[in-house]
């Protein structure tokens, strides 16, 4: 029940914050340099810490290293984790700093502090990390961003100097992880009776097996809020705003 508020709640932000456009790019964003330390520059990622193509880690938007701890308990909501400090849904790579296991998953908001570790871990997260029920552990929990495209972005400044006030960076919406192409093929279909658009995003060669099924693109935040809703009147709660 506690997984289960923790990612209606998370949504709640989503849609009121919609992580607004601070993905797109490896500049300041939401939560400014919060639990982290000074890091020259965002970093790549190692090939198997990686399930999205280009992502860096963006310590200066969202970085701590704490105990965390899984109790046992089957939760909804798939690969996130949790933590007191947050303000809106970010994706993050989370790492087991002692056995180096690492993950790429959600982070929201832990509405709910109790005595032990402030991280809280997903059920889901906990298997791809090694957490075992019940142990608190030292994670280590980084923002991730995707850098933009250097001729991309002067095609949009030239576009934007034509017409278009501001251009929407997040125009996907990431509906479910999932470990298996089946299980990805099968949420997309899911997806498109009801008629919804529906991509599924396939692990890296070389990465972990995790497969990202994403709805879109939309051209405007109305119809992005539109979509975040109906995916998540499909039962998808924890679905959010993503780049790509």
């Known amino acids: 029940m506690q ?3 923790i990612a209606r709640m998370a949504i709640l932000l989503a849609m009121t914050g919609v992580l607004a456009g601070c993905q797109g790019g490896a500049g300041a964003g939401l939560f400014g ?3 982290g330390t000074d890091v020259a520059g965002p970093q ?10 280009e992502d860096v880690e963006a310590p200066e938007v969202f970085h701590a290293e704490e105990t965390g701890l899984w109790d046992g308990r089957p939760s909804l909501g798939g690969i996130w984790i949790a933590h007191p400090d947050v303000t809106d849904p970010e994706r993050v790579i989370i790492r087991n700093t002692a056995t180096g296991q690492s993950v790429v998953g959600a982070l929201f908001r832990r509405e709910r502090e109790s005595p032990g570790p402030r991280f809280q871990v997903s059920s889901d997260a906990a298997a791809q990390i090694g957490l075992l029920a019940g142990q608190p552990t030292e994670l280590s929990v980084t923002a991730l961003r995707r850098p933009p495209d250097p001729q991309t972005a002067a095609t949009a400044q030239d576009d934007d100097a034509e017409a278009a006030p501001t251009a929407l960076t997040r125009r996907f919406v990431q509906v479910a992880t999932v470990d298996s192409a089946d299980g990805a093929k099968q949420t997309a279909a899911r997806l498109t009776r009801a008629g919804l658009s529906a991509e599924i995003r396939a692990p890296d060669p070389g990465g972990r097996a995790l497969w990202r099924v994403v709805s879109g693109p939309v051209k405007t935040e109305d119809d992005r809020a539109a979509l975040i809703e109906a995916v998540r009147g499909l039962g998808f709660k924890d679905a959010y705003a993503v780049t790509r």
């Open 33 to 35: 340099s919060k639990g």
């Open 44 to 53: 790549t990622l190692p090939r198997e810490a990686r399930d999205a193509g």
């Open 3 to 5: 997984g289960y508020r």
